[in-house]
């Protein structure tokens, strides 16, 4: 399995942001608001923690520069004193993640139903993708952005429903030779019919016949649904992560 470190680089690579600021093993980004783990800064070396209260002022001053609000992404990186500093600070823990990953070595993902696969960029994916997950305008017109600064080889994957209409999509990224996989979704009205895993399987399948020796992916705690699924694929949990915020 891929170390911590390893897949929180892949992820980074597989989902840029617009603008970056490093500060030793520190990395602020910014994207517009669109998703906190590109609107948000974290620690990638838990030794990296001296200094931590000045450094969390500083990027949280950023933050609210451009616009957005401050946020740390505490992940296993975080040293004990940026931890203690957030705690003086009376920064609030909310929305738990879990990142799940699973090695592709051996596996097999046979193509079931009717998926087709995109550059992220194509109007068919994004326009799917959005409507899915019911995006605003603006959001959309961010995500293209996104979308487009995505260096790694990357594919928007969509299952169709019988009718012809997106049912789920997903969006697959190799990154270093881990598979990334992203803004999954599938139509509300159309979940527990096996279009997840329809989608998911494909975007599984592409990745490892592109040269992907591992997976990854990162799902909200609650999310049961989504864990039952990516568990029954093969993913098992590596760790854990959290927002923090200003109270």
Same mark, same amino acid.
């Given at each position: ?29 910014? &994207? ?16 990296? @923690?001296? @200094? ?8 949280? &001053? ?65 326009? &799917? ?8 305008? %603006? ?12 260096? #790694?080889?990357?594919?928007? =994957?969509?299952?169709?429903? #019988? ?21 999954? =979704?599938?139509?509300?009205? %159309? ?32 999310? @049961? ?10 993913? =098992? ?11």
């Amino acid at each position: 399995m891929p170390s911590i470190l390893g897949i929180e680089s892949a992820c980074l690579s597989a989902w840029p942001a617009v603008g970056t600021v490093h500060d030793g093993a520190w990395l602020w980004r910014f &994207a517009h608001g669109y998703s906190k783990r590109s609107n948000s800064f974290q620690s990638l070396d838990p030794e990296d @923690d001296e @200094d931590a209260e000045r450094r969390i002022d500083y990027l949280a &001053a950023l933050s609210l520069r451009h616009g957005i609000a401050p946020v740390f992404r505490v992940t296993p990186l975080a040293g004990g004193r940026v931890l203690d500093a957030l705690d003086r600070a009376g920064w609030s823990t909310y929305e738990e993640s879990r990142v799940l990953a699973m090695s592709l070595a051996d596996c097999a993902f046979e193509p079931a139903g009717d998926v087709r696969f995109f550059n992220p960029t194509d109007p068919r994916w994004y326009r &799917a993708q959005s409507t899915l997950s019911q995006s605003t305008g %603006k959001t959309v017109e961010t995500l293209k952005i996104l979308l487009g600064l995505i260096a #790694p080889e990357a594919r928007g =994957v969509v299952a169709y429903a #019988p009718d012809g209409t997106p049912a789920a999509a997903a969006l697959a990224v190799n990154a270093g030779g881990i598979g990334i996989y992203l803004n999954v =979704v599938t139509d509300r009205t %159309k979940r527990r019919q096996g279009y997840g895993a329809m989608v998911m399987r494909a975007a599984l399948r592409w990745t490892t016949e592109n040269g992907a020796r591992a997976a990854a992916i990162q799902v909200t705690s609650d999310n @049961d649904p989504a864990i039952r699924l990516y568990e029954s694929l093969g993913f =098992v949990e590596q760790y854990r992560y959290h927002y923090r915020s200003p109270a």
